[in-house]
């Protein structure tokens, strides 16, 4: 059981236009880059995304968006990226915000294959409005829906060619919970090994949930905003 694509670009070409995907990550950290790369060169469009941000304008998704290939963003905030907020309050792209912890639970819920769940959080706010509710021990509550996709791409430190994934330290975050909430999960990592290699008691995501796994390569790795204490 061989897992391992070519390339970015081999994974790319498997998602059509039109795709719901799921991009692991939480602002630049632990963002699966070569696949963003690859479905940018390729021009897959009118794609929905699920992703906690968008990125930064030069740099992951930032990238999708400045080439107009992503018709809906499902997402926590708008965060650092000036032309994901430029388009989201000119209208030129569809936005779902939704709070990061609903979000987390919603993706989680996908995975766990639970139809959906009552959360106190939003209620009363925009985020609620034409969603079900109801008072459970008397506190009210929303229902929310799994957010489930077509494709997760997740970002991984190692894995070897049964998918199995290892994660390194903050950039585990999205990933994991991501990985078990598409129909077809690409798995990009910094070190692909062999079946054996890696110790089964530290497998965060087990290859079963795994379709497609590359070896990444030329990482950036870029800070947000870099802070340096003085002196």
């Given at each position: 059981?061989?897992?391992v694509?070519?390339?970015?670009?081999?994974?790319?070409?498997?998602?059509?236009d039109?795709?719901?995907?799921?991009?692991?990550?939480?602002?630049?950290?632990?963002i699966?880059?070569n696949?963003i790369?690859?479905?940018?060169?390729?021009g897959?469009?009118?794609?929905?995304?699920?992703?906690?941000?968008?990125?930064?304008?030069?740099?992951?998704?930032?990238?999708?968006?400045?080439?107009?290939?992503?018709?809906?963003?499902?997402?926590?905030?708008?965060?650092?990226n000036?032309?994901?907020?430029?388009?989201?309050?000119?209208?030129?792209?569809?936005v779902?915000?939704v709070?990061?912890?609903?979000?987390?639970e919603?993706?989680?819920?996908?995975?766990?294959?639970?139809?959906?769940?009552?959360?106190?959080?939003?209620?009363?706010?925009?985020?609620?409005?034409?969603?079900e509710?109801?008072?459970?021990?008397?506190?009210?509550?929303?229902?929310?829906?799994?957010?489930?996709?077509?494709?997760?791409?997740?970002?991984?430190?190692?894995?070897?060619r049964?998918?199995?994934?290892?994660?390194?330290k903050?950039?585990?975050?999205?990933?994991?919970?991501?990985?078990?909430?598409?129909?077809v999960t690409?798995?990009?990592?910094?070190?692909?090994?062999?079946?054996?290699?890696?110790?089964?008691?530290?497998?965060?995501t087990?290859?079963?949930?795994?379709?497609h796994?590359?070896q990444?390569?030329?990482y950036?790795?870029?800070?947000?905003?870099?802070?340096?204490?003085?002196?």
């Amino acid at each position: 059981m061989n897992k391992v694509l070519p390339s970015a670009a081999a994974a790319a070409a498997l998602i059509p236009d039109g795709a719901r995907i799921l991009v692991g990550g939480f602002g630049l950290c632990g963002i699966p880059e070569n696949l963003i790369l690859a479905l940018r060169e390729r021009g897959t469009k009118d794609l929905t995304v699920i992703s906690n941000n968008a990125g930064v304008d030069d740099f992951g998704l930032g990238l999708l968006l400045k080439t107009r290939q992503i018709r809906k963003m499902i997402s926590t905030y708008v965060g650092e990226n000036k032309e994901f907020e430029r388009q989201y309050l000119t209208g030129e792209i569809e936005v779902e915000l939704v709070p990061q912890g609903t979000f987390s639970e919603r993706v989680r819920a996908a995975g766990a294959g639970i139809t959906g769940f009552f959360t106190p959080t939003a209620y009363g706010t925009l985020v609620s409005e034409g969603k079900e509710t109801r008072v459970i021990d008397e506190r009210p509550c929303v229902f929310e829906k799994p957010l489930h996709a077509d494709f997760a791409l997740v970002r991984g430190y190692r894995g070897d060619r049964h998918g199995n994934l290892v994660y390194r330290k903050t950039a585990r975050n999205f990933n994991p919970v991501m990985a078990t909430a598409a129909t077809v999960t690409i798995a990009e990592v910094e070190q692909l090994v062999e079946p054996g290699e890696i110790d089964p008691e530290t497998v965060v995501t087990p290859g079963i949930y795994v379709k497609h796994i590359i070896q990444g390569d030329n990482y950036e790795k870029r800070i947000e905003k870099r802070t340096v204490r003085e002196g």
